[in-house]
Structures are given as C-alpha cells and as structure tokens.
C-alpha cells in the first residue's frame, strides 16, 4: 500500500475511533481528550500498517498541531499558499518517494573529473532538480551534451531559467521513466532507494553496453557496484558507478 494512502487511513480511522468512543461514552468530549486520543490511535493504526517508523511521531504531531494552529488565527490562505508552493516543489514526491534535495559542488567535481577527456559524450540527470548538476557541467564541457528530466514544475521552471544561453544542455518536464536512455554514456540519478530497482531494470534494458549508472548515496539493491567513490565531504556522499549493458555485474549471493 502508497505511504500516503496508509497516512491517510491513520489519519481518518483514528478520527473515527475517538468519535465513537465519545459516543459511547467512554471518552471525554473536551477537545483535548478527542485530539489526544486521535493522535494516539493514528500512530498505533500506522504502526499496524507497518508503516516507516518516522510517521509515527509525524501521526502523533499530525492533529494535536492542526488544532493548535487553528487557535492561531492565521487566515487560510496563508495555508494555501504554503499548500500551492509544496505541491510546486515537491510536486509527486508523496508518490515516487523521492523529494527534492541537490548533489553538491564536491559532487559535481567529482563528476567532472570523471567525464572522460578525450572525447564528448552524452549524460543525463534523471530527476535534473534544479539544474545544479547539469549546469555546471554543462558549461565546464561544452563538447558534451547534457541532458535532464525533472517532473516537478517549481524546480523544473528554475532550472530551465538558469540554463537559458547553454546550448549543450536541454531539460524537459516529465517522467523520466517514460523517457528513452538509448545512446546516453552516463545517467547520473540522485533519488531514493525506493526506485532503484526499477532505475536498474530499465537502465539493463536500454543502455549501450560500455554506459555508466552512476547513483548518488542509494545502492541498487542486490547488485555490487563497478567503482565506488567517497567524495569526502561534510556529507559523507558516495557515488555508486554501475555498468547496467554489460551484464556481467557480479550479484550479491544472496
Ligand atoms: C534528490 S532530487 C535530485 C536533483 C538533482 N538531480 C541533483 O542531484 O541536484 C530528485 C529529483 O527527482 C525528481 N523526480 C523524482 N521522480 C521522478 C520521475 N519519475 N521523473 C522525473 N523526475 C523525478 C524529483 O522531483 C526531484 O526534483
């Protein structure tokens, strides 16, 4: 089941609960006995949708804080400018499970210094974010072409401003998996762990046999990695270099 879906039947299910046991008579009608119990039920039911353990505190949070917020008098359409701006950023990430953070300036020199020098190639960022990895090697190599595909429209739009005059780079909106990698040299993906599997599936299907997957900070699970580099910086990032066409990566045994 979605996360989403489960934090959604939390939320409501716990609802419900604390009504009826108002109803019943078993429960306190004060608004704080309801929202308390409220809260305690939607992280218990998340807990039996086996959900990630960091909803639990966010179901315990959820309500209490509605309410509190509420008491503040804010007009809501301050909530639904910060609604709009969210969904702007971080679009579906409720759904791919991959929000919006950016590689590095040590990770984008890391990347440049792996680019081969003797001749041009093709390199896409699958989820370009807001450019800041394109952008910089775009114009580092123009004898490159840079590729990126990014679905959420605020990061989208920002990154498409900043690559204006760049012409070895284009970034279009839309779902990176419904876009062909056939003919690139390197696609380069700073996501989650929770697509790279598919990431994997589809890079085996479509890219040359000498092209690199190259994985910020996630692993594919189950396969080991061609070359892995610890960039040494305040974040620890490591990029995992695989060699999805060539078949020949050795599997984990188990
Ligand atoms: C962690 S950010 C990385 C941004 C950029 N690549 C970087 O390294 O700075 C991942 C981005 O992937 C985008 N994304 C996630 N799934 C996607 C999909 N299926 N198609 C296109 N973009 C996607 C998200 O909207 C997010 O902006």
Redesign the pocket.
């Known amino acids: 089941m979605p996360p989403a879906l489960k934090a959604l039947i939390a939320q409501i299910s716990a609802w419900l609960i604390a009504l009826l046991l108002v109803r019943a008579g078993l429960l306190a009608p004060e608004m704080h006995f309801v929202v308390g119990a409220q809260a305690l039920g939607a992280m218990a039911v998340a807990a039996l949708l086996r959900s990630a353990w960091w909803w639990l505190p966010i179901h315990l949070g959820f309500s209490p804080l509605l309410i509190a917020a509420n008491q503040l008098g804010i007009s809501p359409q301050w909530y639904l400018l910060a609604f709009v701006v969210l969904s702007v ?5 409720f759904r ?1 499970q ?7 300036g040590p ?1 984008v020199a890391a990347l440049l210094e792996r680019l081969p020098v003797d001749r041009g190639i093709s390199f896409m ?10 952008i910089p090697l775009a114009r580092h190599r123009p004898d490159c072409r840079f590729v ?5 429209p605020g ?2 739009l920002v990154s498409r401003l900043q690559a204006r005059g760049i012409t070895n780079l284009s970034i279009e ?7 062909s990698w056939a003919g690139l040299d390197v696609v ?5 762990p929770v ?1 790279m599997a598919r990431v994997w599936a589809k890079a085996g299907r479509e890219l040359k046999p000498d092209a690199r997957l190259i994985s ?1 900070s996630f692993e594919i699970p189950g396969v080991v990695a061609e070359e892995v580099v610890h960039i040494g910086d305040s974040r620890g990032t490591t990029l995992y270099i695989y060699r999805p066409g060539a078949q020949s990566s050795p599997k984990h045994p188990n």
């Not at 990126?148 to 959420?152: D, F, Q, V, W």
Request: hydrophobic share 40%; charged share 10%.
């Open positions: 950023v971080f679009w579906s990430s791919t991959v929000p919006l953070y950016l590689s590095n990770t960022d699958i989820g370009s974010g807001t450019g800041s990895v394109l990126g595909i990014e679905s959420a990061p989208f909106r839309g779902d990176f998996f419904k876009s380069y993906a700073f996501l989650s697509p910020n």
